[in-house]
């Protein structure tokens, strides 16, 4: 079994610390296996910002990870750095690997970098990053839970968010489905969920996720929901029986000073 902790847009700059030291208290306490971080680590790019987010990380415990940039990791007021090394900041915290692949006995996370610095915010996801996505689903080997990791959503839940929504969603959902992506995890606008994507209008083939994470760490807040991060358990089923995981959303309780859990969801998956 595999328990991931799957957290999104810390935006360091607007880190409160009794959040971080509840997030930590979360991953000493629960231990998981993996932990995958769907962007928007900094607020502005900076690279004091970058060094506490990469040092927060690191004291999470958590020897199994990845990360992928999301649009406000990179530079928005110095039109030099976004033009010329848009990812130097990230490169130097996180790594050469703008779309890196966690592999695990019985999962593999795949990461899409969906940000383009010439969108501003909006995410976008190419007919080649589709196909490169695609292939390695269709290698996953037999039991492994697999999942695809972009920053910006890949289906919303209601229409005000939908300038939002991922350019080129329909098309990669369709070919991810097809090649048996069980979970597409994302952040970007701050509001925690999870949605059918095989009930959307523009429906995936087969049963398959979308699981949102909130703001883990930012006072950056949205809808009056707290701050939030999710849990993701997985357990390869015996022959036969029905192939399902548990997405625990975990929400900042401030009177408690900890991350206090909303029911579990069990997904039964394609």
Request: charged letters at 20%.
């Amino acid at each position: 079994m595999s328990l991931l902790l799957h957290i999104s847009d810390a935006h360091f700059g607007t880190e409160q610390p009794p959040v971080v030291q509840a997030l930590r208290m979360l991953a000493r306490d629960r231990r998981p296996d993996a932990l995958i971080f769907s962007g928007d680590v900094t607020q502005r790019a900076r690279r004091a910002q970058f060094a506490a987010a990469a040092r927060f990380v690191e004291s999470l415990g958590i020897t199994r990870r990845m990360a992928l940039p999301g649009n406000h990791d990179i530079p928005l007021l110095n039109v030099f750095a976004r033009a010329l090394q848009p990812y130097g900041g990230y490169i130097r915290a996180f790594g050469h690997d703008l779309e890196p692949v966690l592999q695990g006995a019985d999962f593999v996370a795949i990461g899409v970098n969906t940000t383009r610095p010439g969108r501003h915010k909006d995410g976008e996801v190419s007919p080649e990053q589709v196909e490169r996505v695609a292939a390695l689903l269709r290698n996953a080997r037999p039991g492994q839970l697999r999942i695809v990791v972009t920053h910006q959503p890949c289906a919303l839940p209601n229409t005000q968010d939908e300038t939002d929504r991922l350019h080129g969603a329909d098309p990669a959902i369709r070919a991810w489905a097809d090649a048996g992506a069980d979970l597409v995890l994302g952040g970007h606008i701050h509001l925690p969920y999870v949605l059918d994507l095989s009930q959307q209008p523009w429906a995936a083939s087969r049963r398959m996720w979308c699981v949102q994470a909130g703001t883990a760490l930012s006072s950056r807040v949205r809808h009056g929901i707290p701050n939030s991060v999710n849990l993701i358990q997985w357990k390869a089923p015996a022959a036969g029986a029905p192939r399902t995981c548990i997405v625990e959303r975990c929400d900042f309780d401030a009177t408690r000073g900890r991350f206090v859990f909303a029911p579990a969801e069990e997904l039964v998956l394609g």
